[in-house]
């Protein structure tokens, strides 16, 4: 069975550039999540999918991130304009039907903005 | 909200037993997971514990009380690649739909 997969897995660029992660859940994976770890901080919750919907984006920082799921499958994270303190590694996660299962998570994308 | 609480850094050295420690607040809970990260790697499923008590699996054992609401992590007969950071995470929520991380301990296994 393949894993979540993220791409790419870095990406560098500038302050005020537009730049959008991809992340492929686990096949039949209802949910997926996308979270952010900055240089030696926790682990942030950005936002939770339930198939295409989206259920929960409280930790989405501002409106400079737009998260999509279209049909389902797999998801896209937007950033635009990227900002300095947008740097960071993005990590996906995907469970089955029930949101309480274990989160299986992609190798990240390892974002820097300068 | 939620709130989670580890220490930052342990160290041990190889052979011992190490126990992470992780206390929380939140609104609705539903479990408390750990999760290991190596450095530069995404982090990695080790436990579930949704009721009291204690968690077994291999080398690692994991511990919740929710009426403490506490848990931990133990780490038995350490290895060097068992350096890593640890984290704790809550289920939290109406239906367990907040999942929220510790800040995460840094475990050093010295020779």
């Known amino acids: 069975e393949a894993g979540v997969t993220q791409f790419p897995s870095h990406s560098v660029i500038e302050k005020g550039q537009t730049v959008t992660l991809r992340c492929d859940p686990i096949?039949?994976?209802?949910?997926l999540y996308w979270y952010r770890r900055v240089m030696g901080k926790e682990i942030k919750f950005l936002l939770h999918?339930?198939?295409?919907?989206?259920?929960?984006e409280s930790g989405m920082p501002n409106n400079r991130f737009l998260a999509e799921r279209t049909g389902g499958t797999y998801s896209t994270l937007k950033v635009q304009p990227a900002e300095l303190e947008d740097s960071g590694v993005y990590f996906c996660?995907?469970?089955?039907?029930?949101?309480?299962?274990?989160?299986?998570f992609g190798p990240g994308t390892r974002l820097t903005v300068l | 909200g939620q709130s989670l609480e580890q220490p930052s850094e342990v160290t041990a050295v190889e052979g011992a037993i190490v126990q992470i420690n992780c206390t929380y607040q939140t609104s609705g809970f539903y479990g408390l997971s750990w999760y290991q990260q190596h450095d530069g790697g995404a982090p990695t499923f080790l436990s579930y514990n949704a009721l009291d008590g204690l968690e077994e699996t291999g080398r690692f054992s994991s511990f919740l009380s929710r009426s403490d609401s506490y848990g931990y992590l133990l780490l038995q007969e350490l290895q060097m690649k068992d350096s890593a950071s640890y984290f704790c995470a809550v289920s939290g929520g109406n239906y367990g739909q907040n999942f929220v991380f510790g800040p995460g301990t840094r475990l050093s296994v010295l020779p």
């Open positions: 996660a995907s469970s089955p039907s029930r949101s309480t299962d274990t989160q299986y």
């Open positions: 096949s039949g994976h209802d949910n």
């Open positions: 999918f339930v198939k295409e919907s989206k259920q929960d």
